[in-house]
């Protein structure tokens, strides 16, 4: 089983449109979370962290639930420019200074 | 802002070379961090350091080497290089001690194609 999961998608939405990720994830001692976004050939960049009591910036809103070990990424009036690949990051917890990531959900917005 | 550096966006080398890909960080990063990227699999980790000359496997360090011999430097090396290590190489960097606050920052990537 991979340490992170999610459905790769792809999500094809229409602009406007609410759409949410989710992300499971297999080790209980996960400390930390992420969502990173990744553009068509370029680098990934950090989205958001997530917090225990839920965080939201913007028109992103993450949630994390220990007790079912899953995170997710709501993301509320979709715009063209959402359009990208998000990866959900976990660290471990296990004392390694590296994060894990999934391999991500591509979301397509459409005009 | 953080700017991490790789020398190469792409690079094309035939099998069997000895290959280094090269990572600056200009922030006075303490961790260091090499992944490759492939379709499906997502990012997975090669080699990190955490300190000028200490290094740390990763999940996948089979066939490549690393080297740490200055604190804004990270190179990877793959020894000799085959055609299953074509990939994405992503570098990245953190301060010690914020990766569980603030994740990475990564280089724009180096695409290898071993021919």
């Known amino acids: 089983r991979k340490e992170v999961e999610q459905d790769p998608g792809p999500f094809n939405v229409p602009e406007g449109a609410t759409v949410a990720f989710n992300c499971t994830y297999s080790n209980s001692a996960s400390q930390s979370f992420f969502w990173y976004r990744q553009d068509c050939r370029k680098e990934p960049k950090l989205l958001m962290s997530?917090?225990?009591s839920g965080n939201e910036d913007g028109r992103f809103t993450a949630q994390l639930n220990r007790a079912s070990q899953y995170i997710s990424l709501l993301i509320r009036d979709s715009k063209l420019s959402d359009s990208a690949t998000y990866l959900c990051?976990?660290?471990?917890?296990?004392?390694?200074?590296?994060?894990?990531f999934g391999s991500g959900t591509r979301l397509q917005v459409q005009p | 802002d953080v700017k991490v550096t790789q020398s190469s966006r792409y690079l094309v080398k035939r099998t069997g070379e000895k290959v280094f890909l090269e990572c600056v960080q200009d922030?006075?990063?303490?961790?260091m961090f090499w992944y490759r990227q492939d379709p499906g699999l997502g990012l997975r980790l090669i080699y990190f350091s955490y300190d000028v000359k200490m290094k740390e496997k990763g999940d996948i360090p089979e066939g490549y080497s690393v080297s740490r011999e200055k604190k804004e430097r990270f190179s990877l090396i793959l020894e000799s290089a085959s055609t299953n290590q074509t990939s994405m190489y992503l570098c990245?960097?953190?301060?010690?001690?914020?990766?569980?606050?603030?994740?990475?920052?990564f280089g724009s990537g180096t695409r290898l194609t071993v021919v």
């Open positions: 990051v976990v660290n471990s917890g296990t004392g390694r200074r590296a994060l894990t």
């Open positions: 997530v917090y225990s």
């Open positions: 990245a960097s953190s301060r010690q001690g914020t990766v569980s606050n603030y994740g990475y920052t």
């Open positions: 922030m006075d990063h303490e961790n």
